[in-house]
Every structure is written in structure tokens, then in C-alpha cells.
């Protein structure tokens, strides 16, 4: 086995720098625009200049600002830095945060695995729909879920040794939920997914963050932190139509399905339902499923959910994968690199006359949440019905981080 590893890990990262080699190639034959980071560097310039923060528009679709001052204040850098240059260290972070992801979801899900599977993990990732979207856009996707994912899988509880000896290490936990809720409003959903798992702490920590990132955006933008929290917030229709296939979220499904731009009361009634129902299977399933069944009720609660803000099927891959259903793994990892949504008719006003067959494809992401929220019900229900003194197998992590790593070394066998 040892005279295999470095066989195994040169093959590996010969596999990632053809995945990534392909990736460069294919965006430089596209001229890949990476309109969000267009709209950031604009965000940023406009706090560097003075001028008004959700009063200009970028690039040949007319985007705005949509993010809170706070993240306006983030990107300030960006202004700074040349167009070409910065299209490169988005590319490139995104890739290297990537890595960040899979490992964290490794953590996630209990496992350890070896260096040659994480490199091939990432150079498959990197053509996920929503990975690539994100790195096609240049988008903080995965920023956000990284940061997100490493606040609240963090152990708690055990101090730490030598420099960081009779430290907790879960010290600050749930702040990170609340800065990035302070760059994209959306991560405020974890607040209630920490407050129905009895985590108040983490819940008051994350609203502490939240607030500060809020805070600082008054101080220095308040003219742009009163228009953004009074207006611009409730304005969904600034960021985009809610009924194209772009838009994954549930309201986007509603309304492709009844061929209507304003679902309306149907998509209200449907958001809080689902909303309920992720919120009682987070309450009550095991820590992996149960902050998985948080994201995914996230994404499909919000108005709109673009493609690339599916970032968390990674995470979600690699927890089916450690309780030992590959199948579904592939299925899963299939389905959102499949990019069906882009292949039914879309142009102008087609997506809301798609027929009924077309419709899974176009809101492939909607339904595989609304799985996700159905596998990890069935799963706690099941384990409340087998009582307290149930075995916890491979199927079944512990929501401890002890008992995940109790149960990584079957796991992390298993993919071995």
C-alpha cells in the first residue's frame, strides 16, 4: 500500500491539472465575462469613490448591487486591482476554496480520506454545475459555504494543546454563520437551524456577527445601510425574473409549473411548508443530515436560488458517500452535473411554457432538495422509532464530532 500512495498521488494530481488545464482552456475560449465579479469590483469602486451604491448598473444585462453594504466594504479591494488579474484570482480562489469544501464536507461526514481521493474529488467538482457557475460568474459561493460548513462543524468543548492550551476550541462558533449572513442575507436561515438544535449559544453568537457586519455598514455607508434594509432587501425583482430556469429555488419551480411570473399565495403557502418541514427534520435528525436538510430548506425557501448557489451538493455527496450509498452518490453528483435545466427552451418567455415532461428537467436542484429533506426525515423518524439504544452505523453518524470520528475509520476504509 505505501509503494502504491505516491503512485496513486501522482496520478491523482495528473488528473487534477488535466481537469483544471480543461477548465482554463474552455474559459478562455468562451471569454468568460464573470459578471458578478464585475458588479463586486463595481461595488467596491463605489464605496472608494463616493458614489451611490444601488444607483448604478454593469455589464450588458444591467446588473445592480444586491448584497448589503457590508460586502460592499469587502470588495473595496477589488476596485483596486486590474480587470484581467482579477478575473485570474477568482478563478484560481475559487478552485483552491473548492479544496476547502470537500474537505470540510469530509469532516462533515466523518471521514478521513486519503490525499489521492480528495485531489480526484476536486477535479470532478470543478464540473458540478453549481462549481462551475460559480467560477464561470465569479461568485462567493463557495466562500460562503466554506465558511459557513467550518463554523458549525467545528468541535467544541476540549481545550486545545500547547499555544492554544485551555482554549476552547469552539470559542466564537456560530460568528462565522453571521458574517457570511453579513455578505449574503440568505446564511440567516442557519440562526434558526442552531436555535432548533438547542444551540442558543452559536444562535446569539451568529446574531452578534450578523449585527456587527450590519454595525460597521452603518458607520460607514449609512446612507446606503438605510436604503438597502428598507428598500432594496424586499426588492426581489432587482436581482431577477424568479421564473427562469436560472432561479432553483421553490418559487421558481412554482411558477414554471404554473406557467405564471407571480406564483404568488400557492409559492407562500408552499415556502412556509417546506420551511416548517426543514426546520423539524434539522431539529431532529443527526448533525450531518440535520445541517444539510438546513442548507437545501435555505435554498428553496429563498425567492431566487440561482444555479450556482448549489454549491452544498458537495457536501451533501460526500455525506451519502460515508454512510455508504455510492449509487445515490453517483445519481446525485450526476444530476447536478447534468445541466438539464439549460437544455430545455429558455429564450425570452419559453420557461413558463414548458410542457409537464420538461419540467424536472428544468428545476432538477428544487426537487433534489426536496429530496434531501424527505431522505433526512425518513431518517430521523426511523431512528426516534428505534429508540434511544440504537447501533450508530455507517448509515446512522453520530451528531457528536466524537462520534463522527468514531465512525470514520469504517467510513474512511470504505473509500479506501
Same mark, same amino acid.
Request: hydrophobic share 55%; net charge positive; aromatic share 10%.
Given at each position: ?8 498521488n ?18 478562455a ?11 463586486y ?14 444607483g448604478?448598473?454593469?455589464?450588458s ?7 448589503p ?31 476547502v469544501l ?57 481545550p486545545?494543546?500547547?499555544f492554544?492550551?485551555g482554549f ?5 462558533k ?19 437551524y442552531?436555535?432548533v438544535?438547542?444551540?442558543?449559544r ?10 456587527a457586519?450590519v ?13 438597502f434594509f428598507?428598500?432594496r ?10 421564473w ?9 419551480l412554482?411558477?414554471r409549473?404554473?406557467?405564471t411570473?407571480?406564483p404568488? *399565495?400557492?409559492? =407562500? $403557502?408552499?415556502?412556509v +411548508?417546506v420551511?416548517? #418541514?426543514?426546520?423539524? /427534520? @434539522?431539529?431532529?435528525?443527526?448533525? &450531518?443530515?440535520?445541517?444539510l ?6 435554498l ?8 450556482h448557489?448549489?454549491v ?26 447534468a ?11 419559453l ?5 409537464l ?10 426537487? *433534489?432538495?426536496? =429530496? $434531501?429533506?424527505?431522505? +433526512?426525515?425518513?431518517a #430521523?423518524?426511523?431512528? /426516534? @422509532?428505534?429508540?434511544?439504544?440504537? &447501533? ?5 453518524l453520530s ?9 470514520s475509520s ?7
Amino acid at each position: 500500500m505505501t509503494e502504491r500512495s505516491p503512485r496513486a498521488n501522482a496520478g491523482a494530481l495528473l488528473v487534477l491539472s488535466l481537469s483544471l488545464a480543461a477548465l482554463a482552456a474552455l474559459c478562455a475560449a468562451l471569454h468568460i465575462p464573470m459578471a458578478d465579479a464585475l458588479v463586486y469590483r463595481a461595488e467596491g469602486a463605489a464605496v472608494a469613490h463616493g458614489t451611490s451604491l444601488y444607483g448604478f448598473t454593469v455589464t450588458s444585462w444591467h446588473l445592480p448591487a444586491t448584497y448589503p453594504p457590508f460586502a460592499a466594504l469587502v470588495f473595496v479591494p477589488s476596485a483596486f486591482v486590474p480587470l484581467p488579474l482579477l478575473k485570474v484570482a477568482f478563478c484560481v480562489g475559487n478552485a483552491a476554496l473548492l479544496a476547502v469544501l470537500v474537505l470540510l464536507s469530509c469532516r462533515l461526514a466523518g471521514i478521513r480520506p486519503r490525499r489521492h481521493h480528495a485531489l480526484v474529488a476536486v477535479a470532478l467538482g470543478l464540473w458540478l454545475e453549481p462549481v462551475f457557475q460559480t467560477l464561470l460568474f465569479g461568485q462567493v459561493n463557495i466562500a460562503l459555504a466554506c465558511l459557513v460548513l467550518w463554523d458549525l462543524s467545528r468541535p467544541t468543548g476540549a481545550p486545545g494543546k500547547g499555544f492554544g492550551k485551555g482554549f476552547d476550541r469552539g470559542f466564537g462558533k456560530g460568528f462565522g454563520v453571521g458574517i457570511a449572513a453579513g455578505v449574503k442575507i440568505t446564511p440567516l436561515f442557519f440562526v434558526l437551524y442552531l436555535l432548533v438544535r438547542g444551540r442558543r449559544r452559536e444562535a446569539v453568537t451568529a446574531l452578534a456577527g450578523f449585527g456587527a457586519t450590519v454595525l460597521i455598514g452603518a458607520l460607514v455607508l449609512p446612507r446606503a445601510s438605510v436604503e438597502f434594509f428598507t428598500r432594496r432587501l424586499f426588492e426581489t425583482g432587482r436581482v431577477g425574473k424568479a421564473w427562469i430556469v436560472d432561479n432553483q429555488s421553490l418559487q421558481g419551480l412554482t411558477a414554471r409549473l404554473l406557467h405564471t411570473a407571480e406564483p404568488g *399565495a400557492v409559492w =407562500a $403557502v408552499g415556502a412556509v +411548508a417546506v420551511g416548517a #418541514a426543514g426546520l423539524w /427534520v @434539522a431539529r431532529r435528525a443527526d448533525e &450531518p443530515r440535520a445541517l444539510l436538510a438546513a442548507a437545501f430548506t435555505a435554498l428553496l425557501i429563498s425567492p431566487i436560488s440561482w444555479s450556482h448557489h448549489w454549491v452544498w451538493c458537495v457536501p451533501l455527496i460526500a455525506v451519502l458517500w460515508a454512510e455508504g450509498r455510492t449509487r445515490t452518490a453517483v445519481v446525485v453528483a450526476l444530476v447536478f452535473t447534468a445541466r438539464s435545466l439549460w437544455l430545455v427552451p429558455h429564450a425570452g418567455d419559453l420557461d413558463l411554457q414548458l410542457p409537464l415532461w420538461q419540467q424536472p428537467l428544468a428545476s432538477p436542484y428544487a426537487l *433534489a432538495g426536496l =429530496a $434531501v429533506l424527505g431522505w +433526512a426525515g425518513w431518517a #430521523a423518524r426511523r431512528s /426516534v @422509532a428505534a429508540g434511544p439504544n440504537a &447501533p450508530c452505523g455507517a448509515g446512522q453518524l453520530s451528531a457528536s464530532p466524537v462520534g463522527r470520528l468514531s465512525a470514520s475509520s469504517s467510513s474512511a476504509s470504505m473509500i479506501r
